[in-house]
């Protein structure tokens, strides 16, 4: 019995010890059954979500900034400029300071080398400036897409590229949007001031104006993008890397630009600034150039949630939004020519779309035609900042 006893207590002690290191005794160890979890849904890699606020950012950066150019008095252009500069790079750097993005600190070589691209920058979005302040949104749009057929033959020039009958076709269609859109916009100077020559004589006067200056910032944009691709190999920029540069490197120029070109007078500030609008042409100043790092963000998250095939689409398909746009905040004329440009160019945006995609797909093969089209087919291709 004594026996006994001292059996169950030592038992009771070795069961105690076991519960307190983790081990139980009432039943065998079972097999661990995995136990399926479901994914928990993650809002960055919903590819709605970067789409969405891509277009949106980009309309909202185009209405933005017509709707401080479409102030009849206004004139301080390179003011502007310089403070969508100040406002990005202060925002970038405060984004780098606080660890959510990085790049390169600033280097003099780096810095000479990347000037002559920020001279080109700064004739692309001054003449673009002068350009969406004489013509409507959708008008301007559709002009900017000549800029396409400028980079695809500067590309066949100087990277030796070729050029595909479906890409001929979606320039062609381009063309004919521009056409159509140039003929609305005189059309409708005509009928809507036809009783008053000197009126329409103004109008027609503002057009030309504007399709003028979208003539040289077709120019200017197509030798940017061109000159980036080509610098860009000397210094391996990346995407936040190029901003930075771009920013910090055309503030001065601008400022001594406004300061040396622009009227500075106390007259002409209280033009440019009316005390009834003055806030929110502030306001629209600070957030266009904030819109240029949403819009670099949103292109980035748009290709890492979905694939570059979707981001050029998506690009094609972003004309239509920006062009109606300009229909509903602003007086843009709405009419069936000017309605059937913005369609032709919608049009001509996909066709081109799908045939890069349809160019990316084939095999790298010299056609033919690229070896008569080129003049430099031994340079090296490049990458670009998408």
């Given at each position: 019995?004594a ?7 030592l ?6 010890l ?5 081990r ?42 017509k709707?401080?150019l ?16 100040i ?47 004489y ?5 301007y ?21 070729s050029v ?32 008053a ?10 057009l ?58 106390a ?13 929110a042409?502030i ?15 949103t ?20 004309k ?11 007086d ?5 020519p ?11 945006g ?21 070896s ?15």
């Amino acid at each position: 019995m004594a026996e006994e006893e001292k059996k169950r207590f030592l038992e009771g002690n070795d069961m105690e010890l076991g519960e307190k290191q983790g081990r139980t005794f009432h039943h065998a160890p079972q097999p661990s059954i995995p136990r399926y979890n479901p994914p928990s849904p993650n809002w960055q890699n919903n590819p709605v979500l970067p789409v969405v606020s891509y277009c949106a950012s980009s309309i909202l950066m185009t209405v933005a900034n017509k709707y401080i150019l479409s102030f009849p008095d206004y004139n301080l252009n390179f003011f502007l400029l310089a403070v969508q500069s100040i406002v990005c790079v202060v925002a970038i750097q405060s984004c780098k300071t606080a660890g959510i993005i990085t790049y390169r600190d600033f280097k003099t070589d780096e810095a000479k080398k990347w000037f002559p691209i920020s001279l080109l920058l700064i004739g692309m979005i001054y003449t673009s400036t002068k350009a969406l302040r004489y013509l409507s949104i959708p008008v301007y749009t559709i002009f900017k897409n000549l800029t396409i057929i400028l980079i695809a033959y500067g590309e066949v020039l100087w990277f030796g590229g070729s050029v595909s009958s479906m890409a001929l076709f979606s320039f062609g269609l381009m063309v004919l949007s521009s056409v159509i859109a140039a003929w609305a916009d005189i059309k409708h100077a005509l009928e809507s001031h036809s009783s008053a020559g000197s009126a329409t004589t103004a109008q027609l006067a503002t057009l030309n104006s504007g399709y003028i200056w979208m003539l040289v910032n077709c120019l200017s944009t197509a030798a940017y993008v061109l000159g980036m691709r080509k610098r860009i190999k000397l210094t391996n920029f990346k995407d936040f890397d190029t901003m930075f540069y771009n920013n910090l490197l055309t503030i001065p120029i601008l400022l001594v630009s406004s300061l040396v070109v622009e009227d500075w007078s106390a007259v002409n500030i209280a033009k440019n600034f009316p005390i009834d609008a003055r806030n929110a042409i502030i306001g629209a100043m600070i957030f266009t150039g904030l819109s240029s790092i949403f819009i670099s963000y949103t292109s980035a998250w748009c290709v890492r949630a979905t694939s570059s095939t979707t981001y050029s689409m998506v690009g094609a398909l972003n004309k239509l939004p920006i062009a109606v746009s300009g229909l509903i905040f602003f007086d843009a004329p709405v009419t069936l020519p000017s309605v059937s440009a913005i369609f032709v160019g919608f049009v001509s945006g996909i066709v081109y779309a799908l045939a890069k995609v349809r160019e990316s797909s084939k095999p790298k093969t010299i056609l033919p035609t690229s070896s008569t089209m080129s003049a430099s087919s031994q340079s090296n291709r490049d990458s670009l900042k998408g």
